[in-house]
C-alpha cells in the first residue's frame, strides 16, 4: 500500500509517496534526488510530535525514533492508516556535519496564513439578502 510522507529539515519540505515495503535506505536514495546528498551523510527520524519554539525553531524533544536503514517504512509505524495523503506521516532529516557529526534534527515551524478578509468571514445573520427578497 501507498503511504504518504513529509520529509522536514529546518524550512525545506519535501513531500514524497513510497510504499509501505519500501526501506529507509530506499527512502534516503528519493531524498539524495531531491537534495543531491548521499544516503550515507543522512539520518532519517521519525517525528512523533511538534515540539515547542525555541527562539522561533522547532527543536527535537529527543521523543524522535531514529530510522533504520533496513527497515521497511511499515515496519517504522509508516502505513496507509498512518500515512495518508491528508495527513502524511512526518519524516525529520538530519545530515552529517564536516567533522563525521550529525547536525541537531532541527524543523522550521510552517507560517501561519492571514486573517480571512471581512468579505470571505462567515455572516452570523439569520437570513441572507435573497431569502429576505423571497419572502
Given amino acids: ?8 529539515r529546518h524550512k525545506t519540505t519535501i513531500f514524497t509517496d513510497a510504499k509501505e ?4 535506505y ?3 536514495r528519493i531524498v539524495e534526488g531531491i537534495l543531491k546528498r ?15 519554539p525555541c527562539g522561533g525553531q ?10 533504520e536503514d533496513s527497515k521497511t517504512l511499515g515496519d517504522c509505524g509508516f502505513t496507509n492508516q498512518t ?21 541537531q534534527l532541527r524543523v522550521e515551524p510552517f507560517s501561519s496564513p492571514p486573517e480571512l478578509p471581512d468579505v470571505m468571514k462567515p455572516q452570523d445573520s439569520g437570513s441572507t439578502a435573497n ?3 423571497v419572502q
Avoid: N
Wanted: cysteine-free.
Fill in 21 to 24: 515495503s519500501t526501506t529507509v
Fill in 58 to 67: 522547532l527543536q527535537s524533544g529527543g521523543d524522535d525514533m531514529l530510522l
Fill in 83 to 103: 500515512a495518508r495523503p491528508q495527513a502524511p506521516g512526518t519524516v525529520g532529516l538530519a545530515f552529517r556535519l564536516g567533522d563525521d557529526a550529525f547536525e
Fill in 1 to 8: 500500500m501507498d503511504v504518504f510522507l513529509m520529509i522536514r
Fill in 131 to 133: 431569502e429576505q427578497a
Fill in 38 to 52: 548521499a544516503p550515507e551523510e543522512q539520518r532519517l527520524y521519525k517525528v512523533y510530535a511538534v515540539h515547542t
Fill in 26 to 28: 530506499e527512502l534516503k
